[in-house]
Structures are given as C-alpha cells and as structure tokens.
C-alpha cells in the first residue's frame, strides 16, 4: 500500500497542471477509477490526495512486486499517472520533482466509481450502456481513467469544462459523435496511440527540451469516446458552462459520472431536479468524486466526515465517490 | 545440536540478536495489581489511527507497544461540522469533535478483533458527565482485547464539561476515583497542555489512584480564513498537535516527572525517535505518536527502530536507563 515510487516523467500540460508518471506497479493492477493515493509532500503534516488519472498495468504477470526484472525500464509499464493543479505549497513542491525522484505514496485508496457491468456472460447478452462523463476544470483527472477502462464496453461522452482553451485537456480534437463501433477497437487504438505519441512528443519539446521522450506519456481515449470542450470565454469548444449544455445529453445518458467544483454539483442537482424529462431516473444515476480536506486516508483518523442521508460517512473511504443525490449539499461547505 | 552455521549468518542477523538482547519493555501501571506490560515504548495516539483495524491493513501494528483506540463514549456521535483539519506551520488543528461509533459498536465489532491481536489495546474513554464515564468503563470491564482505560479528559473540541474536568484538578481527581472504583482495569489519565499548571492536575489524579498519564492532549488553537473573513474550521477552534507542540509537551513532561509518582506517556509532535527519547530521558517511560501517523503510517515503526539503534549504539540494555536521565543532568 506505501511505497516509495520513481518518477518517470512530470510534465506541465497546461498552465499549472502537471501529469506525473511514477512507477507503481501495485497500485497500476490494482486501481479502480474513481480511486485516489495520497503522496507525502516535504514536510507537510497531511500528505495530499490525488486521483489516479492513468494506469498502465505489466503486460504480463509480475512475480517479484516493484523489483520485477520482468518490468522492462521505458516501457511505461507498471505505472501510474497524477495530474494536477499547483494549488499549494505541497503540490508546488510536487511539481517541482524530477525523474529519477522517489516520491512517497499510499495507495490505491478509497472507492470508484461503479461502473455497469458490460461484460457478456453466459446467457446473458452483453450490454453497452451510455455514459456521460462531466469533468469541471482539474476534475478531468479521474474521468480520464473512467473513460479509458469502460470504453470497450460502454458508449461514452465526456464534457470537460474549463475557462479557457489552455485549460482543456490538451489530448484530443472535438469528435465528430460516433456509434459505439466495436469492430475494429485495437486498430482504431493504434493510431490514436501514435498521434498521441506525436502530440507527446511537441509537448515535451515546448516545456522540456533537454528531457528523453523514449514513450507516449499521453495515452489516447479510444475513439468511441465523444469529447466535448467547453471553455467560458469560448476560446475552445462552445461558450458556457458545463451545465449549460448537460440537458441536451441527460435523456441520452444511462449513468453520468462528474468530477469537478462543489459549485458545479449544485447546478447539476438543480439541473437534474429541473429536467422534467429525466426528473426520476437521472437523479438516481449520477456519481460525484468529492473532494475535501483528508488526514489519513484510511479511514481512521474522521477528518474527513460528511453527513449524507445514509448516514455519516468518510470521504476518504467511503467515498470520494457519492451518489449526487446521497450528499445533503446545503451542509457540504466549500 | 545446535547448527552453528545459522548462528554465523552475517551482520542483519548480528543486528536482530543485538536487540533482542534489548530490554524495551516498560511496565506502565506498577500501582496496579495486574499491570500492564508493554513490549516496547512507543504507543499509537488515540485519535489517529482508529480502532486500530484501518491501519493493520498498511502496517504491522502488533509490533507497537500498544494502540490507544479512538475516543469512545457511551453513545454513537456525530462530530463536528466540517472543515475538521487544517494544516498549520509544522502542525495540524482538528476539530473532529470525537466522532466515535459508540460503546456498543465497539464491544461488537471491534473488541473481538483485539481479542485476536497481540499489541495490547487501551480504550480512550470521553464523555460529558461523571456518570457517563463510569458507564463506558462498566462496559468495557471483563471484556477480552481490551487492556487498559485512557481517561479523555482534555478533549478541546466538544462543547461541554470535558474539558474543565481536565483543567480542574478537583473535577479531575474526582472522575478519576469514580471511574477507578468501576474497573479493574489500569486507569491512565491523559492530561490537558491548557491548564494554568498542569503538575496540581496530575498529582490530584495520581493521588486519586490514576496507573499513569499522558501528556498532552492538543493544545487549543484556531486559524482563519482571511478572504472569506471567517474561522477556517467549522468548529471556529480546534486542538493543535504535530511538531509545533513538541516543545510544550515536551516541558510539561519534565515538569511532571519531577513530581510524579506514577509512569508518564509522553505524547505531542513525536515525528521521530529523537523527538521520542527526548521525551524518554525527560522522564516518560513511554511515548505516543498521533499526527506522524497520518503524514507517514510507517512512522511509529521507525520511531522504535530508531530507540533500539540509539540503544545498541550507545550500548544501553535496558530503556528505564534513559527514563528522567536529563532530569539528573540539569
């Protein structure tokens, strides 16, 4: 669960959000999306939480853990991504760490999102279901690794607001929508993987000049996945919010995913309540990471309470994820 | 016949037969016909690692002197609003109010789980009235996985008597007493830092028959936030720990071994193993580690790694060598 994990990469992707790559074999098996490690920041007391934004699990069985000679150095095997905003003195020390650095992490902590299972079982036709994902900001971080993990089975459309252009995701162009097409997924991402190789490759030049960029850190979204930019000053994408354009998806979407500012679930619980085409079901069906201050992470020290109607519960291990219409919100403060 | 072989294993082996020639046990309650023997010095602080359970999954907590479990009190309670934590210049306030799921649950989920562990667990016991902490420590007699009582009578966060039953020593000895006359458990005290002079407060409960203190609780504290105009914890106050309160525990530690009769748990900012043989050579015989636990889980086990290192190289057996030694050299 603690160890000390190498960085492999760390590179600004917008301004003051990094993506870091560290080696953490365990944790790359194991993560469910949705799910978060905390990395001891110098000599802070509260080691910060971050969601796990990509996995690249071993391609074949590890034996012997982190020291696994089977793990082949460059291949961004057995490796975890974060990506985050420079909020703080503890994710500016973060930033500031190289490759090579060891860096302390806890993980994988807390519980996903749940996910419909898609998997085709005996008698039972395989169902793909539609997902709509909502990322508001640096609330992208998970998402990312939600979309990647149910693509292969779901349809999905994921809404990254932001204010501006510089702050969307800088991974893929608006896309034309799409059926979900599983005929031919492993071609399809091939290519992505080497745009993206590509499109890492600029990045690394732009910020990094003198680092070796022996791999794509910058793994595709499949392109089943529909990605739909929307900045406030409209320098990307449409004009608006991300509420602003979610009525027109919540009659397509089965289940949505959000991860972004309390603010932001606010509006969509009012957006929920308000839909009278959906009012019932898509108020039951919309799961939101929360953030909050945490301690230990585990669940034993209660700094991180919230009250819900099921009672009280511990962000850090009975979430971060909640079902939207679980939280009392007029008791969450920000 | 012996394999003399395993007994020329190089030096890692050296290093675990050098300690086990170490003497770390500490006998906290000497006054009590049963005692209560630690296999080492170093303690988890109530509050911060649960009921023990949740930190067993990240590290080997039987190796601990003893776990001290989360506040309990006789009914479930809901805590504090949040937010409960913030972070502070080498230090944390919190205001979890004693959340805590009650002595009930306790004795149903989480005792029969100690009752398996080797570490001894000590139960910190809150409440807002006499009575009510005579009702826990009732509950909790006879039951198996449990060794010993931590009277919480310091707790900053909980809007009631609490906290003048630990920084009145008449209030104090008599809760003391009250609860002593319900257990046959040894009883330690765990002493409030804000409190004019903390040495009246721990004679008056040594005297009322506590087996040991700890010192300290968190030290009351507050931050707030300038651009909202408001306090930063939903509680407006909060108990400050972590390193910045290391010198004040610290203090009153070797205030009270000076007067104390009874052993002494040191307890405030201990991040490291000097941090905990200072507190040691000021005359506590045993240590707690609170807020380390959440910015390392490992922390406590390297805290004792590190006294037993400090002993083989100082070639000191036996840990009561070093209790109150800087007390003598002052």
Avoid at chain 2, 133 to 158: D, H, M, R, W
Avoid at chain 2, 250 to 266: R, S
Avoid at chain 2, 289 to 313: C, Q, R, W, Y
Wanted: aromatic share 4%; net charge negative.
């Amino acid at each position: 669960m603690q160890s000390l994990c190498t960085i492999t990469s760390n590179v600004e992707i917008s301004p003051g959000v990094r993506l870091m790559w560290v080696e953490a074999p365990d944790i790359a098996v194991a993560a469910q999306p949705g799910q978060f490690i905390t990395v001891r920041c110098e000599d802070f007391m509260l080691r910060r939480p971050l969601s796990i934004h990509q996995v690249s699990p071993l391609s074949s069985p590890s034996t012997g853990g982190e020291a696994s000679p089977e793990r082949s150095e460059g291949t961004g095997e057995g490796e975890i991504a974060i990506l985050f905003q420079v909020v703080g003195k503890g994710t500016l020390w973060l930033s500031q760490r190289q490759i090579g650095d060891k860096i302390d992490v806890l993980g994988s902590l807390g519980k996903g999102f749940s996910i419909p299972s898609g998997i085709a079982r005996r008698k039972v036709p395989r169902q793909s279901k539609n997902l709509l994902l909502v990322a508001g900001g640096i609330g992208i971080a998970p998402l990312i690794f939600l979309a990647q993990f149910a693509s292969s089975q779901h349809s999905i459309t994921l809404i990254h607001g932001a204010r501006t252009a510089a702050q969307i995701y800088p991974l893929l162009p608006l896309r034309a929508l799409r059926s979900p097409c599983h005929s031919e997924p492993f071609t399809v991402i091939a290519s992505e993987a080497k745009q993206s190789h590509l499109a890492q490759d600029k990045l690394r030049e732009e910020s990094h000049p003198s680092e070796q960029a022996p791999r794509s850190n910058l793994s595709p979204l499949p392109q089943e996945i529909r990605f739909i930019p929307i900045t406030e000053d409209g320098s990307t994408g449409r004009k608006g919010m991300v509420t602003d354009i979610l009525p027109d998806f919540l009659d397509w979407a089965d289940q949505i995913y959000a991860c972004g500012p309390v603010d932001m679930y606010k509006a969509m619980l009012e957006l929920t309540c308000h839909s009278e085409r959906s009012e019932e079901s898509k108020l039951k069906k919309c799961q939101v990471s929360l953030e909050v201050r945490l301690g230990c992470g585990i669940g034993a020290c209660y700094g991180c309470t919230i009250n819900t109607k099921g009672g009280l519960k511990k962000v850090c291990q009975d979430g971060p994820v909640f079902e939207l219409d679980d939280i009392l919100w007029e008791e969450v403060r920000v | 016949m012996v394999n003399h072989a395993i007994l020329k294993l190089p030096c890692y082996n050296e290093v675990l037969s050098m300690k086990n020639i170490l003497d770390l046990h500490v006998q906290l309650a000497p006054r009590h016909y049963k005692g209560l023997i630690l296999a080492n010095p170093v303690m988890a602080a109530a509050g911060t690692v649960g009921y023990g359970v949740e930190y067993s999954k990240i590290v080997d907590i039987q190796k601990l002197g003893a776990i001290v479990c989360k506040g309990i009190t006789l009914m479930p309670r809901s805590g504090n609003p949040q937010p409960r934590l913030m972070e502070t210049a080498s230090g944390l306030l919190n205001s979890v109010g004693l959340e805590n799921i009650g002595i009930a649950a306790l004795l149903e989920d989480k005792a029969p789980i100690w009752a398996n562990w080797q570490v001894p667990v000590i139960v910190n016991v809150a409440g807002e009235t006499i009575d009510e902490y005579i009702a826990v420590a009732s509950k909790l007699e006879g039951i198996p996985g449990i060794s010993g009582i931590e009277l919480n009578i310091s707790c900053p966060n909980i809007s009631t008597n609490s906290m003048e039953f630990g920084a009145n020593p008449r209030l104090a000895a008599k809760l003391t007493s009250a609860v002593k006359a319900v257990t046959s458990l040894p009883i330690i005290v765990k002493l409030s830092p804000n409190v004019t002079d903390i040495k009246e407060i721990a004679l008056a409960v040594e005297e009322a028959g506590a087996d040991a203190l700890t010192l300290i609780n968190t030290v009351k504290g507050m931050a707030i936030d300038i651009a909202k105009g408001k306090p930063c914890l939903g509680n407006t106050t909060g108990g400050l720990s972590g390193p910045a309160i290391k010198p004040i525990a610290l203090y009153m530690v070797y205030e009270v071994a000076k007067v104390a009769h009874i052993p002494l748990i040191g307890c405030g900012g201990i991040a490291c193993a000097t941090d905990a043989l200072e507190f040691i050579m000021a005359g506590a015989s045993a240590i707690q580690v609170g807020t380390a636990n959440l910015t390392n889980p490992h922390s406590s086990l390297v805290i004792l790694e590190g006294i037993a290192d400090f002993m083989k190289n100082k070639g000191i057996t036996n840990l009561t060598e070093l209790v109150g030694v800087a007390q003598d050299n002052s």
